[in-house]
């Protein structure tokens, strides 16, 4: 199984990128939703599973699903937005938007991996 991490922290994509790896994935890391996109285009097929943050330079999460979405190539990879973005209405827009589930910052890994069992990811 495939994931990309897409956060501008670096301590963040390196804790939500060891958590997955536990979980037997193989992990590509992004700081912005352009670079996600750049690398996404340049890659024979999609990560089985991307994880986002909302709030980034150059793209930000919520554009970056909008975009995605609009591909046919990546309708089929689910988007977890992770991100300190607490109100209702942010994952309700995030959710519209074609997120797959919403996780708010700071979170346990049990959170994470309980996120990634209701999308199908994990068992």
Do not use: C, H
């Not at 919520?62 to 994952?91: H, N, S, Y």
């Not at 995030?94 to 797959?100: F, Q």
Request: charged letters at 30%; a negative charge.
């Amino acid at each position: 199984m495939q994931a990309m991490v897409i956060d501008d922290s670096r301590p963040i994509r390196r804790i939500e990128s060891d958590i997955l790896q536990e979980l037997g994935f193989e992990t590509t890391a992004a700081v912005d939703g352009r670079d996600a996109l750049t690398q996404l285009l340049s890659r024979d097929a999609p990560p089985d599973v991307v994880l986002v943050d909302w709030n980034m330079p150059e793209m930000d999460g919520l554009e970056f699903i909008k975009t995605l979405r609009r591909d046919a190539r990546f309708r089929g990879v689910v988007v977890l937005m992770v991100t300190t973005e607490t109100e209702p209405d942010q994952m309700l827009r995030a959710l519209s938007a074609g997120a797959d589930e919403y996780l708010m910052k700071p979170f346990q890994k049990e959170g994470l991996v309980e996120k990634l069992r209701l999308v199908g990811m994990v068992r």
